[in-house]
Nanobody
Framework: VQLQASGGGLEQAGGSLRLSCTASGRTFTSYTIGWFRQAPGKEREFVADINWSGRSTNYADSVKGRFTISRDNALNKVYLQMNSLKPDDTAVYHC????WGTGSYEIWGQGTLVTVSS
Protein backbone atom coordinates (compact mmCIF):
# COMPACT_ATOMS: atom_id res chain seq x y z
CA VAL A 1 0.00 0.00 0.00
CA GLN A 2 1.15 3.51 -0.83
CA LEU A 3 -0.45 6.64 0.58
CA GLN A 4 -0.69 10.19 -0.74
CA ALA A 5 -2.11 13.14 1.18
CA SER A 6 -3.69 16.09 -0.61
CA GLY A 7 -6.04 19.00 -0.05
CA GLY A 8 -3.86 21.35 1.95
CA GLY A 9 -3.70 25.06 1.33
CA LEU A 10 -4.02 28.48 2.85
CA GLU A 11 -7.13 29.21 4.88
CA GLN A 12 -8.18 31.94 7.29
CA ALA A 13 -8.81 31.23 10.95
CA GLY A 14 -12.33 29.93 11.40
CA GLY A 15 -12.37 28.41 7.94
CA SER A 16 -12.46 24.80 6.78
CA LEU A 17 -10.39 22.44 4.70
CA ARG A 18 -10.80 18.81 3.78
CA LEU A 19 -7.73 16.64 3.42
CA SER A 20 -7.73 13.41 1.46
CA CYS A 21 -5.49 10.39 1.83
CA THR A 22 -5.54 8.27 -1.31
CA ALA A 23 -4.21 4.74 -1.18
CA SER A 24 -3.06 2.32 -3.81
CA GLY A 25 -3.11 -1.41 -3.15
CA ARG A 26 -5.76 -4.01 -2.56
CA THR A 27 -5.12 -4.38 1.17
CA PHE A 28 -6.02 -0.78 2.00
CA THR A 29 -9.29 -1.81 3.58
CA SER A 30 -7.36 -3.78 6.22
CA TYR A 31 -5.44 -0.77 7.48
CA THR A 32 -6.04 1.59 10.33
CA ILE A 33 -5.25 5.01 8.87
CA GLY A 34 -3.96 7.88 10.95
CA TRP A 35 -3.41 11.56 10.35
CA PHE A 36 -0.37 13.21 11.90
CA ARG A 37 0.99 16.72 11.65
CA GLN A 38 4.29 18.47 12.15
CA ALA A 39 4.58 22.19 12.61
CA PRO A 40 7.86 24.02 11.98
CA GLY A 41 10.27 23.44 14.84
CA LYS A 42 7.92 21.02 16.60
CA GLU A 43 7.64 17.28 17.02
CA ARG A 44 5.23 15.30 14.90
CA GLU A 45 1.92 14.80 16.69
CA PHE A 46 -1.05 12.52 16.31
CA VAL A 47 -4.23 14.12 15.00
CA ALA A 48 -6.80 11.36 14.42
CA ASP A 49 -7.17 7.78 13.31
CA ILE A 50 -9.84 5.47 11.96
CA ASN A 51 -9.97 1.69 11.99
CA TRP A 52 -10.44 -0.50 8.95
CA SER A 53 -14.25 -0.50 9.12
CA GLY A 54 -14.63 3.16 9.94
CA ARG A 55 -16.56 2.35 13.09
CA SER A 56 -13.80 3.36 15.50
CA THR A 57 -12.13 6.76 15.53
CA ASN A 58 -9.80 8.61 17.87
CA TYR A 59 -8.85 12.26 18.07
CA ALA A 60 -6.23 14.37 19.74
CA ASP A 61 -7.73 16.64 22.37
CA SER A 62 -6.56 19.68 20.42
CA VAL A 63 -8.81 18.85 17.45
CA LYS A 64 -11.75 17.10 19.12
CA GLY A 65 -15.03 18.67 18.09
CA ARG A 66 -13.43 20.50 15.15
CA PHE A 67 -11.97 17.73 12.97
CA THR A 68 -13.73 14.64 11.63
CA ILE A 69 -12.01 11.61 10.12
CA SER A 70 -13.87 9.30 7.75
CA ARG A 71 -13.12 6.74 5.09
CA ASP A 72 -14.55 5.38 1.87
CA ASN A 73 -13.05 1.95 1.29
CA ALA A 74 -14.66 1.66 -2.13
CA LEU A 75 -12.61 4.68 -3.24
CA ASN A 76 -9.50 3.82 -1.20
CA LYS A 77 -9.71 7.18 0.54
CA VAL A 78 -9.59 8.57 4.05
CA TYR A 79 -10.68 12.13 4.71
CA LEU A 80 -9.95 14.66 7.41
CA GLN A 81 -12.57 17.39 7.55
CA MET A 82 -11.09 20.34 9.44
CA ASN A 83 -13.46 23.04 10.66
CA SER A 84 -12.97 26.09 12.87
CA LEU A 85 -9.32 26.18 11.88
CA LYS A 86 -6.85 27.96 14.12
CA PRO A 87 -3.36 29.30 13.38
CA ASP A 88 -2.03 26.53 15.65
CA ASP A 89 -3.31 24.00 13.09
CA THR A 90 -0.64 25.19 10.66
CA ALA A 91 1.52 22.18 9.84
CA VAL A 92 2.41 19.57 7.27
CA TYR A 93 -0.20 16.84 7.53
CA HIS A 94 0.68 13.23 6.76
CA CYS A 95 -1.47 10.14 6.56
CA UNK A 96 -0.06 6.82 7.67
CA UNK A 97 -1.09 3.17 7.64
CA UNK A 98 -1.12 0.63 10.45
CA UNK A 99 -1.70 -2.84 9.00
CA TRP A 100 -2.39 -4.67 12.24
CA GLY A 101 -4.06 -1.98 14.35
CA THR A 102 -1.24 -1.98 16.88
CA GLY A 103 -0.54 1.75 16.84
CA SER A 104 2.68 1.18 14.94
CA TYR A 105 2.42 2.95 11.60
CA GLU A 106 4.65 1.31 9.03
CA ILE A 107 3.55 3.15 5.89
CA TRP A 108 3.80 6.92 5.52
CA GLY A 109 2.71 9.13 2.67
CA GLN A 110 4.04 12.48 1.56
CA GLY A 111 2.46 15.31 3.43
CA THR A 112 0.31 18.24 2.48
CA LEU A 113 0.85 21.72 3.90
CA VAL A 114 -1.95 23.47 5.77
CA THR A 115 -1.45 27.13 6.60
CA VAL A 116 -3.99 28.97 8.72
CA SER A 117 -3.73 32.74 8.86
CA SER A 118 -5.01 34.81 11.76
Amino acid sequence: VQLQASGGGLEQAGGSLRLSCTASGRTFTSYTIGWFRQAPGKEREFVADINWSGRSTNYADSVKGRFTISRDNALNKVYLQMNSLKPDDTAVYHCAGDRWGTGSYEIWGQGTLVTVSS
